[in-house]
């Protein structure tokens, strides 16, 4: 799509324009505004082909302050094309299609900047044969997932259940979790068993059809390695307890374990941040969180090992109603923004 940079002028000095998707004052709404194009001599400057879209945007809008920094633009997960280096830096060139997380300037928008080698900002070149819908789709659920299954220890033959195995995270710690041989236990709602299965689940089991825990138990009385919860809040959290064996792990992503409740029957927990640094002593850092892994997803990508699930594509205009719906569970497979 073509850009619409435009150059307009502020006390006599031109500056360059772009669409944003933002909040550009406390208590206004986010909509497509005409922002700044970051203006930083020790970043990336990418030009914004595809934005992903996460639970975590409008978790953040909704958690917006009066210290904020504004405007605020929308979204963490891009792919694009390099516009500009810093001086020294030559990890990437002009022109190169990369993806990461743009986690200070967003990534709804025409343009964003990253610095390099910044932790919780990975970037990582786009192989042949990935698009930049499928790229773009990647860097936060991809490494929360892989940084999980890291922490979990899962290898081959292992016994791993994943609570919200059909949603954007939990689709890809299946897919990993298979391509490193352990057995998947999957648990999703109504209606998204075949897409499990898909993903390559052995079991499943519809949280609302069975109580999950006691037919796990049923099928795995001495126990499972690991259970990978995106779904359980801090009481429901302490059943996965009775089907863990003992020296087995639990990682929370929505920071519900309570971690000593869990050393108390043996059992390691962690609360994964989707940063790699944490802010309380209960959180763990995501082991993931770097250009490393992010270029290991995407080779998975390229080889088929693992997909990316678009489930919509839409236009930045549109971004605000494609937030709504994905707030409302309207949305099977990720959602893009085309920029």
Same mark, same amino acid.
């Given at each position: 799509?073509?850009?619409?940079?435009?150059?307009?002028?502020?006390?006599?000095?031109?500056?360059?324009?772009?669409?944003?998707?933002?909040?550009?004052?406390?208590?206004? &709404?986010?909509?497509?505004?005409?922002?700044?194009?970051?203006?930083?001599?020790?970043?990336?400057?990418?030009?914004?082909?595809?934005?992903?879209?996460?639970?975590?945007?409008?978790?953040?809008?909704?958690?917006?302050?009066?210290?904020?920094? $504004?405007?605020?633009?929308?979204?963490?997960?891009?792919?694009?094309?390099?516009?500009?280096?810093? &001086?020294?830096?030559?990890?990437?060139?002009?022109?190169?299609?990369?993806?990461?997380?743009?986690?200070?300037?967003?990534?709804?928008?025409?343009?964003?900047?990253?610095?390099?080698?910044?932790?919780?900002?990975?970037?990582?070149?786009?192989?042949?044969?990935?698009?930049?819908?499928?790229?773009?789709?990647?860097?936060?659920?991809?490494?929360?997932?892989?940084?999980?299954?890291?922490?979990?220890?899962?290898?081959?033959?292992?016994?791993?259940?994943?609570?919200?195995?059909?949603?954007?995270?939990?689709? $890809?710690?299946?897919?990993?979790?298979?391509?490193? /041989?352990?057995?998947?236990?999957?648990?999703?709602?109504? /209606?998204?068993?075949?897409?499990?299965?898909?993903?390559?689940?052995?079991?499943?089991?519809?949280?609302?059809?069975?109580?999950?825990?006691?037919?796990?138990?049923?099928?795995?009385?001495? /126990?499972?390695?690991?259970?990978?919860?995106?779904?359980?809040?801090?009481?429901?959290?302490?059943?996965?307890?009775?089907?863990?064996?003992?020296?087995?792990?639990?990682?929370?992503?929505?920071?519900?374990?309570?971690?000593?409740?869990?050393?108390?029957?043996?059992?390691?927990?962690?609360?994964?941040?989707?940063?790699?640094?944490?802010?309380?002593?209960?959180?763990?850092?995501?082991?993931?969180?770097?250009?490393?892994?992010?270029?290991?997803?995407?080779?998975?990508?390229?080889?088929?090992?693992?997909?990316?699930?678009?489930?919509?594509?839409?236009?930045?205009?549109?971004?605000?109603?494609?937030?709504?719906?994905?707030?409302? /569970?309207?949305?099977?497979?990720?959602?893009?923004?085309?920029?």
């Amino acid at each position: 799509m073509p850009s619409a940079i435009q150059s307009t002028r502020t006390g006599g000095t031109a500056v360059m324009t772009m669409r944003a998707f933002a909040v550009e004052h406390f208590g206004d &709404a986010a909509r497509v505004h005409d922002l700044p194009v970051p203006e930083t001599t020790g970043a990336y400057v990418i030009r914004v082909r595809h934005a992903g879209v996460n639970p975590i945007d409008y978790k953040n809008l909704d958690h917006l302050t009066r210290t904020s920094q $504004y405007p605020y633009v929308v979204g963490f997960d891009f792919a694009g094309v390099v516009e500009r280096v810093p &001086a020294g830096e030559r990890d990437f060139a002009v022109g190169d299609r990369i993806c990461g997380l743009a986690r200070s300037h967003g990534s709804y928008a025409e343009y964003t900047a990253v610095a390099p080698r910044v932790k919780i900002e990975p970037l990582a070149r786009i192989p042949e044969g990935v698009t930049d819908e499928q790229a773009a789709a990647l860097p936060m659920p991809g490494t929360i997932a892989l940084g999980s299954l890291e922490l979990l220890g899962v290898t081959t033959g292992q016994r791993v259940v994943v609570f919200g195995a059909a949603g954007g995270v939990g689709g $890809y710690a299946v897919q990993i979790a298979r391509s490193r /041989g352990a057995h998947v236990i999957a648990v999703v709602r109504d /209606g998204e068993v075949d897409e499990a299965r898909r993903l390559g689940a052995e079991e499943i089991y519809d949280s609302n059809a069975v109580d999950v825990i006691t037919a796990v138990h049923g099928a795995h009385p001495d /126990g499972v390695d690991a259970v990978f919860d995106l779904v359980n809040g801090p009481d429901a959290i302490h059943r996965d307890a009775e089907i863990l064996k003992s020296g087995g792990r639990v990682v929370s992503t929505i920071y519900a374990a309570d971690i000593e409740w869990f050393a108390g029957r043996h059992i390691a927990a962690h609360n994964i941040a989707s940063s790699a640094t944490t802010d309380t002593a209960s959180r763990s850092a995501n082991p993931s969180s770097s250009p490393q892994a992010l270029s290991q997803l995407l080779r998975m990508l390229a080889e088929q090992t693992i997909t990316a699930r678009i489930g919509l594509v839409a236009e930045l205009e549109e971004a605000g109603q494609v937030l709504n719906t994905l707030r409302h /569970g309207g949305i099977r497979g990720k959602a893009i923004i085309q920029i």
